[in-house]
């Protein structure tokens, strides 16, 4: 790699390495995983560098992110233990069960950490969804690309994310 | 209670995602049924409450730096795969030359050769994903006691973070047959390797550099200690980086006596 290839991927990648971070830590919910995964991915994506032909600042964002959502992904089955873990929790946090007990949960924090505990206990197929859409503001199309699903799954997922998250914290139905 | 199939239209509504004429149809929809218009009241109210309460995770600068340096190191070794051999002979000749004829490769002989490569070796690890630090601190009163009963000697650590040198951390390495210190410092986005051991029989060094694959080593060795420092920082930055190093010994050894 040239020296003004590597200046290129820099100035391409390192201004999104916030939102690359910030996707990690959701999908890995833990800081020192979200930190190998956005090390990892971004040696990927140096590798890939030259497939990459975007120019523009938001595609470049979308296609770390894709890698960074790999490279996550690949980070968990390699970790079976916390896949193991986060399973469970998926299963202990099933629609039903948070439409059971919302007050208790929801009252006892604030809304931003109610709100954080709700989105960690989403399916990781949805937060992703969520972080991409809300924080990320990318196109059901770019999210498509990203999770690499069709669009209309992203649809479809985006919108049973959503209702969960109501689900959680709407505890009153008048708070909403 | 609604259909799924229509909360997912309503969602692909609120987020711009439909087509002008199904929007149409939508609002129409809205306007004249109370219980989808309620959906679409709470969909908006969750929202807006994750995209405005939703933390966001800025990049730890410590990443930022090691996601850098990762990307140099990469990008050197790709560089060096790439390289076809009749380039290497050629460059290995010509280099051969300008070392007989110049002074500035001080570096000579095989076992400097090889520690060379190891402290080399060692930097371009260390900047792979989870291998710069055993302790992480920016506290040299942590970094040093950490190395008690890890090595048969006690490391002087300082830190320059008034110089714009600050400490990363500190972790064990393997040199030249041995057990050594290796302690990370950055400098913007750059990161900094020590390697030290006692010296041999209080033989001393002078500073010497050598350039590999894009890093600057430089090595001395005082009465005490054998150093390495290996960085892709600028020569006269890194310079000046080892200055405060022998200063900060200097200024040990003056207490000591």
Known sequence: MESSELERFEAVVLPHLDAAYTLARYLTRNDHDAQDVVQDASLRALRYFAGFRGGESGEGRAWLLAIVRNTAYTWRQRHRTDTLTTEFDEERHSETMAGEHPEAAVEAESERAALLKAIDELPLDFREVIVLRELEGLSYKEISDVAGVPVGTVMSRLSRARRRLEAALCAEPEDC | ???????????????????????????????????????????????????????????????????????????????????????????????????????????????????????????????????????????????????????????????????????????????????????????????????????????????????????????????????????????????DFAALLQRGDSAAAAAVR
């Open chain 2, 1 to 239: 209670m609604t259909h799924p199939a229509f909360e997912a239209l309503l969602d692909a509504y609120l987020d711009g995602e439909l087509a002008a004429s199904d929007a149409a149809e939508l609002e129409q929809h809205l306007r004249a049924c109370p219980a989808c218009s309620r959906l679409e009241r709470r969909r908006r109210a969750v929202t807006s409450a994750v995209r405005e309460h939703l933390p966001r995770f800025p990049a730890p600068e410590m990443l930022r730096t090691r996601v850098r340096a990762g990307a140099r190191a990469e990008a050197s070794r790709a560089e060096r795969r790439r390289v076809p051999l009749w380039t290497a002979f050629a460059v290995a000749a010509s280099l051969a030359v300008v070392a007989l004829g110049s002074r500035q490769l001080a570096l000579r002989g095989a076992a400097g050769e090889a520690i060379t490569n190891q402290v080399l070796a060692s930097h371009v690890r260390s900047l792979m994903p989870g291998h710069l630090t055993d302790v992480l601190s920016s506290d040299q009163h942590t970094v040093k006691p950490w190395f008690n009963g890890k090595l048969d000697f006690s490391p002087p650590v300082y830190d320059f973070a008034g110089g714009g040198f600050p400490l990363l951390g500190g972790r064990l390495d393997y040199v030249d047959g041995r057990p050594v210190a290796a302690l990370a410092y950055s400098r913007r986005q750059h990161v900094i390797n020590v390697f030290l051991w006692p010296a041999e029989r209080g033989r001393t060094a002078g500073p010497r550099a050598a350039t590999r694959q894009g890093y600057h080593l430089l090595h001395w060795a005082t009465p005490a200690y054998t150093y390495w420092v290996a960085s892709d920082l600028g020569l006269s930055e890194l310079s």
